[in-house]
């Protein structure tokens, strides 16, 4: 007794459209930059953020090769050969 099966399966992927950095509005981004390591999760409770704080605006279709460009200016260490960036999302519980 022989069994087959065949799957198909078919993604389609819209075309995003880029944005028009004339006209959009950027987005003002919060990064907490920390050496080796990201930022312990109790630095963001209770309402207080990392001191290691820096604002950059963004817009909504920037590479991440483009956030690390302003990290790179205000951080020495970011500039040497070998640094690789460990991006993490952090976002407010309102419930706390």
């Known amino acids: ?4 099966s065949n799957v198909i399966s078919q993604v ?3 075309q995003e ?10 987005v ?3 990064f907490f930059c920390a050496n080796a390591r990201h930022n312990p999760s109790n630095n963001y ?15 909504m279709d920037c590479t991440l090769r483009e ?14 050969r070998g640094t690789t960036f460990d991006f993490a999302v952090v976002s ?5």
């Open 45 to 59: 409770s209770r309402g207080s953020t990392p001191a290691n704080e820096l604002q950059v605006c963004i817009w």
């Open 17 to 26: 459209k880029a944005v028009d950095r004339e006209k959009v509005v950027y």
């Open 92 to 96: 407010p519980d309102r419930v706390s």
């Open 1 to 4: 007794l022989t069994m087959s």
């Open 67 to 80: 956030l690390t460009g302003p990290i790179k200016e205000v951080n020495p260490d970011a500039r040497r």
């Open 12 to 14: 389609t992927m819209q």
């Open 28 to 30: 003002n981004c919060l």
